[in-house]
């Protein structure tokens, strides 16, 4: 089957290179998506084990429409009793761009008015919409008159990894984390810090990254388990198959930072991964925290200043001397949205990738630190 694999701006090469890896056939680079084939069990093993994909679509009906009535037609003239059964719950996401909708939930309400009225029409009976759990989730997606319509086989999206508490106020996107990883081409045998760690994502995605351990571990909700096609047998051969991957080693990943809180959340969130020993975390403020080794990595998200009245320049300022006196032979990525902050880290970026956190619109920079690394 087609399936279509979606991401976040600037991860698509990240995402492409594991969707190959886990055996993807004709891949295809689109923006913040890829387009690849395969059969039901590489359906559940992406959904399970791709660390940079949001979700995962199977496109099942595409046509042409300019306007409400033509939409309408188009979906009611498709057989959903394929895919969906009268006493089941369905929902619609929709995401739309075209001069000829400008209303992308009007659009959606077509949509179900549709399926609704040909299962009345064929059955008499109907299938009820519920927005939080859906046995079926729909996917209707539009670009000027050309429409797709694909069955969302992830559900909830695949960034809820589930090992978050609640708690932190700015905790990175699990699926960014994971492609920051992949970007900046950190290998696991390499010693990995982030200074101002938080809840621990990037350190969290990197441990589970190193030891091949499925990112969906702790998850047991996906939007195929309730499809009419779903093949248990299949299910569980596709997560053995992935745990017998996983790799218990030792690693060289650590963190710090000054809130406790944040601490504690992370070392929450690894045991719950029952990985706590595979991380090094410490409380404590980045003018302290040095690394025990002569290389590595730095990849880090310090605060952007985003709150009326905080200013992180200087502190931009100071982590760029840390770097400079006790970092000499690593690799530092730091991402932010703060572009005049960044500039005071005061080194030149050797690489400097357009990334969003959130809505927020961020650079991810390299600095090669070499000792008596200066400004250019
Ligand atoms: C944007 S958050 C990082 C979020 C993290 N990536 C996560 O996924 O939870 C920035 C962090 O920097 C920490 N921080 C601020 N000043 C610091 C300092 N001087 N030293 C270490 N950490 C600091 C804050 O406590 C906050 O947790």
Redesign the pocket.
């Known amino acids: 089957m087609k399936i279509t694999i979606k991401t976040l701006h600037g991860l698509e090469a990240v995402l492409a290179r594991e969707v190959e890896s886990l055996g993807g056939d004709n891949i295809k680079v689109a923006n913040r998506a890829v387009h690849c084939e395969g059969n039901l069990a590489f359906l559940y093993k992406v959904n399970y084990q791709l660390r940079t994909a949001l979700k995962v679509l199977v496109p099942v009906h595409t046509f042409t429409a300019r306007n409400d009535q033509q939409l309408y037609d188009q979906i009611k003239a498709f057989d959903w009793s394929q895919y969906l059964e009268k006493h089941q719950t369905f929902a619609i996401d929709s995401t739309i761009f075209s001069e000829y909708f400008k209303h992308t939930k009007f659009a959606a309400l077509k949509m179900k008015d549709a399926v609704v009225d040909q299962f009345r029409d064929k059955y008499g009976q109907r299938p009820s919409i519920d927005t939080d759990s859906p046995d079926v989730l729909l996917n209707l997606h539009g670009y000027q008159d050309q429409f797709t319509v694909s069955l969302d086989s992830s559900g909830e999206s695949l960034n809820r990894r589930g090992y978050r508490g609640k708690g932190?106020d700015?905790?990175?996107n699990e699926v960014l984390?994971a492609g920051m990883l992949g970007l900046s081409g950190w290998d696991p045998s390499l010693p990995l810090i982030?200074?101002?760690?938080?809840?621990?994502?990037?350190l969290i995605e990197a441990a589970m990254m190193a030891m091949g351990l499925p990112p969906q571990t702790l998850r047991e909700t996906f939007g195929f388990k309730t499809w009419k096609s779903f093949q248990p047998m299949i299910w569980t051969r596709v997560k053995a198959d992935a745990h017998a991957q996983v790799r218990k080693k030792s690693l060289m990943i650590s963190g710090?930072?000054?809130?406790p809180k944040?601490i504690s959340?992370?070392r929450q969130s690894l045991k719950s991964l029952k990985i706590r020993d595979m991380v090094t975390l410490r409380e404590?403020?980045?003018?302290k925290?040095f690394p025990k080794t002569r290389s590595g990595f730095v990849i880090?998200?310090?605060?952007?200043g985003e709150r009326i009245g905080t200013n992180v320049e200087s502190?931009y300022e100071?982590f760029g001397d840390t770097l400079k006196q006790h970092y000499a032979g690593f690799d530092a990525w730091i991402i932010s949205s703060n572009k005049p902050a960044l500039r005071k880290i005061g080194l030149k970026d050797s690489q400097r990738i357009e990334l969003y956190n959130g809505k927020l619109d961020c650079e991810f920079c390299k600095y090669d630190l070499y000792a008596g690394a200066k400004e250019d």
């Open positions: 932190h700015a905790p990175l984390a982030d200074p101002f760690c938080g809840t621990g994502t990037l710090g930072d000054i809130d944040a959340m992370a404590i403020s980045f003018e925290h880090t998200n310090p605060p952007y502190l100071a």
